[in-house]
């Protein structure tokens, strides 16, 4: 089993990739493609129009189909822990 210098419920910041520079929580961490699944903070209307969009078919939950919002997923490299979550793992 791979290891991880975050998991699931960490607050980090991007350091690289196109969202370099955000602050975000991981939902998911993939280990089969060493990619962690983020939701992000402080999301502006401009900065939503960067996501991904998945096409669905019409479904119980999509009556009409169309276009959903994918999460943002990075790798994990690409990942540190918040300042402040580093502070609290060091004081243990």
């Known amino acids: 089993m791979k290891t991880y210098h975050v998991k699931k419920g ?19 961490v993939l280990t089969a493609k060493d990619r962690v699944v983020l939701e992000l903070a402080n999301v502006t209307a401009k900065k939503r129009e960067r996501f991904g969009k998945k096409t669905v078919k019409k479904s119980s939950a999509n009556p009409n189909g169309g276009l959903i919002e994918r999460s943002v997923s ?19």
Do not use: F, M, R, Y
């Open 74 to 92: 990075v790798h994990v490299s690409n990942v540190n822990p918040a300042k402040e979550e580093q502070k609290a793992k060091d004081l243990t």
């Open 10 to 28: 960490d607050k980090v910041v991007v350091n690289a990739g196109k969202w370099k520079g955000e602050e975000a929580t991981i939902k998911v």
